[in-house]
Antibody
Framework: EVQLVESGGGLVQPGGSLRLSCAAS????????MHWVRQAPGKGLVWVSR????????SYADSVKGRFTISRDNAKNTLYLQMNSLRAEDTAVYYC???????????WGQGTLVTVSS | QSALTQPASVSGSPGQSITISCTGTSSDVGGYNYVSWYQQHPGKAPKLMIY???KRPSGVSNRFSGSKSGNTASLTISGLQAEDEADYYCSSYTSSSTGVFGGGTKLTVL
């Protein structure tokens, strides 16, 4: 059974940093593209970032480009999202997802809540 | 990276069929056969219902079907059931090598 478990969310002040993690199990992590998607409270889904299987290729939404960095450790079956210069509008539940390069997302974690507030 | 356009809400009675549209541009929906649809119940993670425009993942009911014409994709749910009441989101690959979601559609089963 595929399992994706996010962690690292919490309350952070504007301008601060946070690193999210996503622990994967139940599949061969090193062979899949992985994605981050976020959802602000009461709002819709927003695609954030993707990374290829070996970490050599990444893409970002314009809203986070230059502030967020996606990475992975295939030895630890873990996906990361480093978030810097956080803004109030980054407040959301962040989901990691297993998918394809063209962003079909087959399996999702339960999400971790990030709140940016002073 | 503008969001795809979906109706805010649709409704139908049990047993009926409904269709949710998803309109993009030639740089996303119209340019690739990489449209997906997701179902999300309140407080839950999204679930993939349709990928590659019309393919169903294993375990998804054949009451769910997808199609595309030009820059508009559609999700049809036939034989509506109470458990289908949820939010539905479309998504597409884009020419910028990113993903983009629609704004979401709330389905109410009357």
């Amino acid at each position: 059974e595929v399992q994706l478990v996010e962690s690292g969310g919490g309350l952070v002040q504007p301008g601060g940093s946070l690193r999210l993690s996503c622990a994967a199990s139940g599949f061969t992590f090193s062979t899949y593209w992985m994605h981050w998607v976020r959802q602000a409270p009461g709002k819709g889904l927003v695609w954030v970032s993707r990374i290829n299987s070996d970490g050599s290729s990444t893409s970002y939404a314009d809203s986070v480009k230059g502030r967020f960095t996606i990475s992975r450790d295939n030895a630890k079956n873990t996906l990361y999202l480093q978030m810097n210069s956080l803004r109030a509008e980054d407040t959301a539940v962040y989901y990691c997802a297993r998918g394809t390069y063209y962003s079909s997302l087959f399996d999702w974690g339960q999400g971790t809540l990030v709140t940016v507030s002073s | 990276q503008s969001a795809l356009t979906q109706p805010a809400s649709v409704s139908g009675s049990p047993g009926q069929s409904i269709t949710i549209s998803c309109t993009g541009t030639s740089s996303d929906v119209g340019g690739y056969n990489y449209v997906s649809w997701y179902q999300q119940h309140p407080g839950k993670a999204p679930k993939l219902m349709i990928y590659d425009v019309s393919k169903r993942p294993s375990g998804v009911s054949n009451r769910f079907s997808g199609s595309k014409s030009g820059n508009t994709a559609s999700l049809t749910i036939s034989g509506l059931q109470a458990e289908d009441e949820a939010d539905y989101y479309c998504s597409s690959y884009t020419s910028s090598s990113t993903g983009v979601f629609g704004g979401g559609t709330k389905l109410t089963v009357l």
